[in-house]
């Protein structure tokens, strides 16, 4: 009988399958070196203690279980008596890592510092590509980078020496594309401060984006909480062919589900069309389900996988799936909470936005609805890259068709940008001819990093508030998320398609069926792209990258001087003062749409992401003010005048007023990042009250002393007025289940009473108690 948690000599076995490249990559080092570490017993998954626990859940079940099932119910903390209800109970986890990017591992070391703990329990890993701007090229911006943000990238490399995380420096690449080479496989429970953590789940693994304060919790060794999820079933028939991409299926799906179809769920792919999708094209579909709100997405082990396993120099891993298969696939008979099917052979290429990530059309019928609705069709800028898609797959295929634009002549009439995700696929196109090609038709090839995806782009073709028109392949387009600029109408679709519209330069060219014309006049159609899913030869590993921590940190410093305006040590929150909130101003009604780009924008703000107060000046000014349909522009209810939403907020609390705020369906969707509601907190806010709310903002809030509530009758969001005052009744026996009541006085006098609802659960409920999930955990260490 075979040994299945992987031991460091079969993991060595492994990493020697990569001899014939003449240097082991940092990856693999990584690899080696973190399982010779104390971590080595729960570096990769006990696939015999998966095993067990889903044997012991299923027999209690009674049922046959979905695959996500399986990964979930495999990392209870107490598979034996945990109680488990879809959509409704929590549910204790052992997740297996952390993953943090650099802009949100910030605030998640300083709480995990003011924690107490001398090491994580947990292997962790930091990965620096969120503060990286496109603005020149790759090594210029790179260099510039680590100078700008010297003081932070420093901080992370000595706090993660000290407290044993590992840390991937400034040109690694991007943290899911690391993660998709490096740590995930099939079974691994894997959490990361980032939305498109589910990334990982095009290996079949359960990834999911959490908050700082909830990596803390893993990090610390406290059982993890997680509503039991609910599954939505997209069962695949049928094969990708010809323009269709894997960027596709999530296109549709967003379409059918919209932003928050999918909260509160793992959508589970299967099916007999998946074994037409690459690995990598996988993890596209995964990525983008952060888009449709849902937990995680994940597919089914197969020999895609086990092919990447293998090419990325894991092939130890892939041969003990391979005898663990049929745990790493759902039951037979197992039932899902919804089903969308879905058929490859029919799919046609699609183009979603702008504005809003679920507005998915046709690419064949977008240019029609962008004349009907005054869209600009001219294309000034493709874009293609990002986590969501930048592998060697994605660039090869765009390669292809920028290959046959060169021969014929052409060059891109838009502006072309390429984002390689990691440093191995960098190397590796540019060792392959890829990024010369890419080059010649007029492309600038950027840092392996987020960039313009995440609003690092130092964009200067257009002026703002211009009307213009980019696409690209991120995974985002809320309004100004890009480049800052409300009225720049952004488009997501595949790499493919945006390299076809930025050779052609218009919205309304379809590669199916349009033509392009050469310089000499003859008029051509775009071949249907091709690519190799993954390099002919190995993976070439580019530079070292990856700085492994020491095995005793506990002498090393971690400095952060008071006098720093990107770092600051957090002090504890407030608890709770044992009484009802009463008289709370309305900070805002917000009208709208209202994501966590909205609450806490990125861009030029995330220089301040380690440093609470600076970047508490940015909370809420994209939000749209119902009283006046103005953004951060709000009237000040001490002073009667009108002034920004920080500067309010920051008046109110100076003065001793607790404030809430009012907003609509589905508030806080987007990124992972707590900021949005560590802002509020810090600037005086008590509670937050909306129709509903997206899963990972709804948990910050909560993790950080506030109150996420929802309007029992969601039409009562119409009566609260901007110069109400409103308190919270029912705290003094607050329970799980039980509804909280707000006492709403208007201004002319009248009052009436709302009642609210909550999510919370015991634990959660300490949590508000002492103000804090960190503040609670401190508590319970004495």
């Not at 260099?143 to 932070?152: I, L, T, Y």
């Not at 995380?165 to 496989?185: C, D, T």
């Not at 507005?359 to 019928?365: F, G």
């Not at 002549?409 to 072309?416: I, P, R, V």
């Amino acid at each position: 009988m075979a040994t299945y948690c992987l031991t460091v000599a079969r993991l060595q076995l492994a990493l020697g399958h990569g001899a014939r490249r003449l240097h082991v990559s940092a990856a693999y080092r990584a690899k080696a070196e973190v399982a010779m570490s104390r971590f080595e017993p729960t570096s990769f998954v006990n696939y015999k203690k998966l095993q067990s626990n889903v044997d012991v859940v299923r027999k209690r079940l009674n049922r046959p279980l979905t695959l996500s099932e399986k990964i979930v119910y495999g990392h209870l903390d107490d598979p034996h008596n945990q109680e488990i209800d879809r959509g409704r109970t929590y549910l204790r986890l052992r997740p297996d890592r952390v993953a943090m990017q650099d802009a949100t591992a910030q605030m998640a070391m300083l709480q995990f510092i003011s924690s107490g703990l001398p090491r994580v329990a947990v292997p962790s890993t930091i990965h620096c590509d969120h503060l990286i701007e496109a603005q020149i090229g790759g090594d210029q911006d790179l260099a510039r980078a680590k100078e700008m943000n010297h003081e932070v990238y420093n901080f992370l490399s000595s706090a993660g020496a000290k407290y044993g995380v590992g840390f991937w420096k400034p040109g690694s690449g991007i943290i899911h594309q690391i993660i998709l080479e490096n740590y995930a496989y099939p079974g691994v429970m894997l959490i990361g401060t980032d939305s498109h953590t589910p990334n990982g789940g095009g290996l079949g693994a359960i990834c999911i984006g959490v908050g700082g304060a909830d990596a803390v919790d893993v990090m610390a060794g406290i059982p993890w909480e997680l509503k039991c999820p609910k599954v939505i079933g997209v069962r695949l028939t049928g094969s990708l062919s010809g323009w269709t991409s894997p960027k596709d299926v999530i296109l549709k799906v967003a379409g059918i589900l919209t932003v928050k179809g999918g909260t509160g769920a793992i959508v589970e792919y299967h099916g007999p069309g998946v074994d037409s999708i690459s690995c990598t094209g996988m993890a596209t579909i995964c990525n983008m389900g952060a888009e449709i709100g849902a937990t995680t997405s994940v597919f089914p082990y197969n020999h895609r996988m086990r092919t990447y396993l293998e090419k990325t120099g894991r092939g130890e891993i892939a041969a003990v799936a391979d005898e663990y298969k049929d745990l790493l696939v759902p039951d037979e008979g197992c039932e899902y909470d919804q089903i969308i099917e879905l058929n490859l052979d029919e799919l046609r290429p699609h183009i979603n936005g702008p504005f809003t990530p679920d507005l998915a059309h046709p690419v064949s019928e977008v240019g029609a609805v962008a004349k009907k609705n005054g869209w600009p069709l001219e294309v000034k800028v493709g874009l293609i890259g990002s986590c969501t898609n930048s592998s060697y797959e994605d660039m090869g295929r765009a390669a292809s068709l920028a290959k046959q634009a060169l021969d014929k002549g052409l060059k891109c009439k838009a502006q072309f940008t390429v984002t390689p995700g990691s440093e191995q696929i960098r190397a590796t196109i540019e060792r392959d001819g890829y990024s010369r090609i890419l080059r010649d038709v007029g492309g600038v090839v950027l840092a392996n990093a987020c960039g313009p995806c995440i609003g690092q782009w130092d964009r200067r073709d257009v002026k703002k508030g211009e009307k213009n028109t980019i696409v690209t392949s991120f995974n985002r387009n809320f309004t100004a998320r890009n480049d800052a600029n409300p009225a720049t109408h952004a488009f997501v679709t595949s790499p493919e398609i945006v390299t076809a519209l930025a050779i052609a330069g218009t919205l309304d060219f379809n590669p199916e069926t349009d033509y392009l014309t050469a310089p000499n006049g003859e008029k051509f159609k775009l071949v249907p792209p091709t690519g190799d899913e993954l390099p002919a030869r190995d993976f070439d590993p580019g530079q070292d990258t990856y700085q492994h921590p020491p095995s005793d940190g506990t002498s090393l410093m971690v400095d952060v001087s008071p006098r720093s305006t990107r770092l600051q040590l957090l002090e504890p929150f407030d608890n709770w003062s044992g009484n009802d909130l009463e008289d709370m101003v309305v900070l805002i009604k917000v009208k709208g749409k209202c994501t966590t780009d909205h609450i806490s924008a990125a861009g030029p703000w995330l220089k301040f992401r380690g440093h609470l107060d600076n970047i508490s000046n940015n909370m809420l000014i994209g939000a749209v003010n119902s009283e006046n349909d103005a953004v951060n522009k709000i009237k000040n209810h001490l002073t009667g005048e009108y002034g920004g939403v920080p500067d309010v907020a920051r008046h109110y609390k100076a003065n001793g007023v607790s404030w809430v705020v009012v907003g609509d369906d589905n508030y806080g969707e987007g990124s992972s990042r707590e900021h949005a509601a560590l802002e509020p907190r810090h600037l005086g806010g008590r509670a937050i009250i909306v129709k509903s709310f997206a899963r990972i903002h709804e948990t910050n809030l909560k993790k950080q002393g506030l109150l996420p509530l929802t309007f029992s009758n969601p039409s009562d969001y119409d009566k609260i007025r901007p110069d109400d005052k409103i308190s919270i009744k029912g705290l003094k026996s607050f329970a799980p289940g039980r509804p909280l009541a707000a006492v709403v006085k208007h201004s002319d006098g009248s009052q009436e009473t709302l009642e609210l609802n909550h999510s919370f659960n015991e634990t959660q409920i300490e949590w508000f108690q002492s103000g804090s999930a960190l503040n609670r955990m401190k508590e319970l260490q004495h």
